[in-house]
């Protein structure tokens, strides 16, 4: 229904009233449909198309399908499955491809007749795609026939044709997205390769081939032993304790496959999908594995003597520990959260997984003694080491984080105290620090100098992070303090939270990390970006962490001093410049350069460039960010080793997250 507008409310009738029809409403409100028209939602097109394939594979019609980045940005997928319909629908009287290619909400997987299951249950997939798309084409091999037809911007252009014969059976679907829609028609081909290989664990034994054009790589990804390799891959860079345990079983209508493994680090992974799609919110089957996880090995460990009469029973963070895990479900009628399908909400789930995870656990733990004692044993300590970070955390408080006149000693605080306003400024050392003191503006900028190179969290407990000067007195500036004392979980378990208590007390809105443009201030970046990543992810997720980006050099030309922040941009400014011998500078740290400079390059809201963290896409970019800082900063050398030796060429600033 269209807004009023200008029409005066006495004249407000009927006639005003609009109706769009067909794909036209996708077109005038694509962000409702794919979520942006930015980078998010032109690589989600590729998702639609290829989960219609998987939708095969899960029916068992679909063993290979083949993925092609053309030249001009147009993107083709070709299964092996049964094709889509080409005879006519009873109700539309038009072909069935051309209803699934033009109507929402139109396909076989309401009813519950062709698909038993189905990622793409909310029936708009390949209809948004054909809507956002300047050109789509179908081909079908179907009944002995190849059938053509084609579409531009949503309307058909050329009636659906037979134009040859075949054997084979399967559906091709190419298309081109619409400039006129999205900011950008150019690919990220590593966005389009992460779902693809994620695809191929979910889905044991399917063969993915993607072909890019451009530069004429082609890569196959077929796991034989799926979610099992899958959790062998996410602990790549970690040092797993035992060989994946792995189960599934089949309930009613309902299929649970489960993997994990625990390895000797600190964080917990876990990875839940249902029918292929992420549900990076968890929901009911999370819970339902977390419980009866935490039930099994407080049950063993009882039953063992593991854990005597005076021990209190482990909590879910004891036991989940350096845990990585994939549960995959495959059922009738899942119930997501809105289109987005972050988080999976079918009540019954809950007590269904909870049910075989325990049964399966128990009989695992029961069989394999030397496992169960050593995975036992880590969450003992991790027990304690719970309580020492929930002291820790306490004296943290009790320092007065939340409190002004209690602030560490280090904080150059502003005068500003409508948090909206205010930007702190994590300077590497003293000299960068009193550089950023004498130039920002008192008013609403304030500067926490750090003083060496702080911790690696991804190698520490909590309770080690807590206790270490830097952090204590970064959470101590920030206000909003680490939650450590537990709480009851949505499943009834008590929970643990080492993860940013309110974001409502942040006492900066803008929280900028300045460090060098050399080495060393990139490994400053790492570490507190990683710190961030794993203890207060609500500040990257609600916009609040940025990246400064300083200039690498100064180009004197007469009076003027002109900045560059590549070698590129350096190039660039010597073309232009009239002296016939500029003098260059290259600052190899924010301590080089006088406060005004540093004010107007790096600290002044008009001038300076920043770069804002984001996890923009929460479905595949927090997974892709996890395995990064595994590989970077976890204990294991060698998956470190393959990364630098593979992307040192492309490197730049070092954005790990960065949008």
């Keep these: 229904m269209a807004r009023k507008g200008k029409v005066a409310a006495r004249d407000y009738k009927a006639k005003h009233i609009q109706v769009l029809k067909g794909l036209e409403a996708v077109r005038r409100r694509p962000a409702m449909y794919v979520g942006t028209t930015g980078p998010r939602g032109l690589h989600h097109l590729f998702v639609e198309v290829v989960d219609n394939c998987i939708d095969e594979v899960m029916a068992g019609y679909c063993t290979q399908i083949d993925c092609v980045l053309h030249k001009d940005d147009s993107i083709s997928v070709t299964d092996n499955g049964s094709g889509i319909p080409v005879d006519k629908h009873p109700v539309e009287k038009r ?13 076989s997987k309401f009813g519950g007749g062709a698909y038993k299951v189905s990622g793409g249950l909310h029936g708009v997939g390949v209809s948004v795609v054909n809507a956002l798309s300047e050109w789509l084409e179908v081909e079908v091999s179907r009944g002995g026939k190849v059938h053509h037809m084609r579409f531009e911007r949503g309307k058909v252009k050329s009636k659906l044709k037979a134009k040859g014969k075949t054997k084979k059976t399967g559906t091709k679907v190419s298309y081109r997205p619409d400039a006129e829609i999205f900011e950008s028609i150019e690919h990220e081909p590593e966005r389009l390769l992460t779902r693809l290989e994620e695809l191929a664990y979910l889905n044991r034994g399917v063969k993915i081939n993607f072909t890019n054009e451009k530069t004429g790589e082609t890569v196959t990804y077929q ?10 891959h996410l602990n790549s860079a970690r040092e797993p304790m035992h060989r994946p345990i792995y189960f599934s079983r089949k309930r009613k209508e309902t299929e649970v496959e489960i993997a994990l493994q625990y390895n000797n680090g600190y964080q917990d992974t876990i990875l839940s999908y249902a029918n292929n799609i992420h549900t990076a919110e968890g929901g009911t089957h999370v819970s339902g594995f977390k419980t009866a996880l935490t039930r099994a090995l407080n049950q063993y460990a009882r039953k063992a003597n593991l854990l005597k009469e005076k021990d209190k029973n482990f909590m879910g963070d004891d036991v989940r520990e350096g845990l990585t895990a994939v549960i995959s479900l495959r059922l009738r009628q899942p119930q997501f959260e809105g289109q987005t399908k972050t988080k999976l909400g079918n009540s019954e789930i809950e007590g269904l997984v909870n049910s075989v995870v325990g049964e399966a656990l128990a009989d695992y733990l029961e069989e394999h003694p030397t496992v169960a004692r050593r995975i036992v044993d880590k969450g003992v300590t991790a027990a304690r080491a719970r309580e020492a970070a929930r002291r820790a955390a306490d004296l943290v408080k009790r320092k007065g984080a939340l409190e002004n006149s209690n602030l560490p000693g280090t904080l150059w605080d502003c005068q500003e105290r409508d948090a909206s306003k205010t930007e702190l400024f994590l300077v590497e050392g003293p000299s960068a620090g009193g550089s950023a003191k004498q130039g920002r503006d008192s008013h609403y900028q304030a500067i926490l100098p ?24 970064l959470i101590q500036a920030l206000g909003a303090s680490i939650n450590l004392n537990g709480g009851n979980g949505s499943n009834g378990e008590s929970e643990e939270s080492h993860t940013l208590l309110d974001i409502s007390k942040l006492r900066y809105h803008k929280v900028i990390i300045m460090a060098d443009a050399d080495v060393d201030g990139a490994h400053i970046r790492t570490l507190l970006l990683t710190f961030f990543f794993r203890y207060m992810p609500k500040l990257i997720e609600d916009g609040h962490l940025y990246i400064a980006q300083p200039p690498l050099y100064g180009v004197r030309n007469g009076r003027d001093l002109l900045y560059a922040h590549s070698d590129e941009e350096l190039a660039g400014i010597l073309k232009k410049v009239k002296a016939k011998n500029p003098t260059i500078q290259r600052y190899k740290g924010l301590g080089e350069m006088n406060p005004d400079q540093l004010s107007e390059t790096t600290m002044d809201p008009e001038k300076r460039r920043i770069k804002r963290v984001t996890i923009e896409d929460a479905e595949d970019a927090m997974k892709r960010a996890d395995e990064i800082f595994a590989t970077l900063m976890g204990d294991v050398v060698e998956p470190r080793k393959n990364f630098i ?14 949008a």
């Design 450 to 473: 750090l003083r060496g190179v702080v911790l690696n969290v991804e190698r520490a407990r909590p309770d080690r992070m807590l206790k270490n000067q830097e952090f204590a007195t």
């Design 95 to 107: 072909p069935g491809v051309e209803v699934a290619m033009t109507v929402l909400h139109a396909g």
């Design 645 to 658: 030796v593979k992307y040192a060429k492309e490197a730049r600033d070092l954005d790990l997250v960065g």
């Design 223 to 232: 796991e034989k032993n799926g979610i099992q390799a899958y959790v062998e």
